[in-house]
Each structure stands twice: as structure tokens, then as C-alpha cells.
């Protein structure tokens, strides 16, 4: 069994090939997957810790478990992160656990590798301005990501409530040679913007649809629970509206208020990401039309990526059944 850290989870995921990779395997089907397990306790205060299961499994060729575990006081009680999380793919044929791997690394990699796939399919390919709405920690994985798929960017804009990590982030991309600056009006920003991209905890939406310019690809990753949402209803309303998998619309809040208030439908969704690769639905139409990829993940995304990530680690070419 191998134990995979931070670092080498980064090495073996560069985006060219974890990206292509994650394209091919939508080419087939959904390896077999089952509601996440959810338990959690009271902790005095605040939101509950949580443990939280993810299980995939396709039969014969690989099994992962994805384990997160979120106890919110954590950084204020003992100084350490409050999320945490690993993997476990086991060989399929065997049951053997072939891998135990860093979860925050996969993560990262993950979702800015899910958002970069959308934006190749979805964005112009002459965009020149990317905006960042959020500085977190997944924030300079996506930049990065985006900045793969489409090299004509030339520019960073980071928009964040809190200044100070705007600028942080900002001069952790330009010691990258990346073209990054702080946005300081989110409002101008939006309205300038060819790709953006919006990391955030926010429950109240911030990136407002009438000031998108005609071209615009926005990339949602936040609004993860059915309190969350990033965009307003103009968003929606202006553009063709892709998700990475159906089940993304059934638990974020970006979907279930409109949806409850006829805003828009299902029906109003165009495709995800299974359609778009196999070309069941088109992309982008033409190149003034606005278009919307919802990042919702997913353990169908955590299998494409672990069995990526060991495949490269046994140097054997990537296979799934998924896409067979």
C-alpha cells in the first residue's frame, strides 16, 4: 500500500493530463455510487463536527472511500485545520487497498480540474480577463487550472471581501509570473470580466447577472448546501445554464430558490458534463452568448481522479470501464 502525500498528489496531477483524463472518462458512464453518510455531534458551540463517507465503486477495476472529516473549532481550539480528509482506492478484483492518499491535495486538484474542463468547453477560447471572486484556499488552484485551458488569458483580477487576501493571493500568482491584480469594485470587475470564477461560503449572491457582459463564461463552485448561492437570478435567467451532473441541482441552493420561486426549471438546465463530452447537447453557440457551469462535484468525480492519480503512480496508461 502506498501513502501519497500533499506533494505528490500535485506532481502526479498536473492539469493537461488530469483534465484530459477527467474528459475521457465522461466519455462512458457513472461508476456505482451511493448517498453519502453523514455523522455528526454536537461540539458547544456553532456547527456540529461532522464525519462525512463517500463511497465509488466500479466493479472489477477500482473502490474508493472518501473520507472528510469538518470540525469547526479546530483552528480556535487547537490550531489545526478544521476540515480534513483522505482517500482509499482499493483494487477492484481484489479488495486490497492499493493507495491511502491526501484529501486536501485531491480536493484542490479535483474541483479546479472539474472547473477548468467546464471552461474548455464552454468559454471563448480568445478570453483575455479572468476574474477570481474569493481568495481562499482553492482559489489559486483554479486560477491555475483556468489558465491551462485557455493560455490567451492576460489577465487576474481577485476580488475578496477581506483586501488583505486579495492581495495575498495576487502575489502568490504574480511570484508565478501570473498577471494578477486586486479588484477592489466586485461590480466593475464582474462587468469586465471574459471567464469568472466564484469560490465562496456566501448565502446571499454577490455576482449579478445584468452586468455580464455579452461572451462571459462564470464558473460556480461555492453554494455546495441548499443555504449557499453565488449568483442571482439575472445569472440565470441570461444564460445557458450547464452543470457537471445532474445531482448538482438537487442539493445547491443555486438551483433549489429559483426552482422554488419559477424562476427556472430543470428544464432550463442545457446539459452536464456527460452531454456535453459525448456531444449529446451543444456548448457555446456563439460567441456572445452567455454560459454558466455549475461545479458540484461529486464521488463519480473522486473515482476519475484517484484511479487517474494510481494509474500514473503504477505508470500504466489511464483506463475506466466507465469510458469503455
Known amino acids: ?75 480556535a481550539r487547537h490550531g489545526v485545520s478544521n476540515v480534513n480528509s483522505i482517500y482509499a482506492f482499493s483494487d477492484g478484483n481484489t479488495g486490497i487497498t492499493e493507495a491511502i492518499i491526501d484529501g486536501e491535495a485531491m480536493i484542490f486538484r479535483k474541483t479546479s480540474a472539474d472547473s477548468a474542463l467546464g471552461s474548455r468547453l464552454l468559454s471563448r477560447e480568445d478570453s483575455r480577463t479572468m476574474l477570481m471572486i474569493g481568495a481562499g484556499a482553492l482559489a489559486p488552484y483554479l486560477v491555475r487550472a483556468h489558465l491551462s485551458v485557455r493560455p490567451s488569458l492576460e489577465k487576474v483580477r481577485i476580488w475578496n471581501r477581506t483586501r488583505a487576501n486579495a492581495e495575498k493571493l495576487a502575489t502568490l500568482l504574480r511570484a508565478e509570473d501570473v498577471p494578477a491584480e486586486v479588484a477592489d469594485d466586485l461590480d466593475e470587475a464582474v462587468a469586465g470580466a471574459d471567464i469568472i470564477s466564484s469560490a ?40 445557458a445554464v450547464f452543470v457537471d451532473h445532474r445531482q448538482t441541482t438537487e442539493r445547491s441552493g443555486e438551483f433549489l430558490d429559483p426552482y422554488a420561486r419559477g424562476i427556472i426549471s430543470p428544464t432550463d438546465i442545457c446539459g452536464d458534463m456527460f452531454d456535453l463530452c459525448q456531444k449529446k447537447v451543444p456548448g457555446r453557440t456563439s ?25 500514473r503512480l503504477h505508470g500504466r496508461p489511464f483506463r475506466t470501464k466507465c469510458s469503455s
Open 287 to 311: 460567441a456572445d452568448q452567455i454560459t454558466v457551469m455549475k461545479n458540484g462535484g461529486g464521488a463519480h468525480m473522486d473515482y476519475y481522479v484517484a484511479k487517474y492519480l494510481v494509474d
Open 1 to 75: 500500500m502506498k501513502l501519497i502525500d500533499a506533494e505528490r498528489v500535485h506532481q502526479l496531477l498536473e492539469y493537461e493530463g488530469l483534465i484530459n483524463a477527467i474528459e475521457v472518462a465522461h466519455l462512458g458512464g457513472m461508476p456505482k455510487i451511493s448517498d453519502r453518510l453523514i455523522y455528526s455531534q454536537e461540539n458547544g458551540g456553532g456547527h456540529p463536527d461532522a464525519v462525512i463517507i463517500l463511497p465509488a465503486w466500479e466493479p472489477q477495476e477500482g473502490l474508493l472511500c472518501k473520507l472528510v472529516t469538518s470540525f469547526p473549532n479546530n483552528q
Open 200 to 239: 465562496t461560503m456566501a448565502s446571499t449572491p454577490h455576482l449579478k447577472g445584468r452586468l455580464l457582459r455579452p461572451g462571459t463564461h462564470v464558473d460556480l463552485v461555492g453554494s455546495f448546501t441548499p443555504e449557499m448561492r453565488e449568483a442571482d437570478d439575472d445569472v440565470l435567467t441570461r444564460a
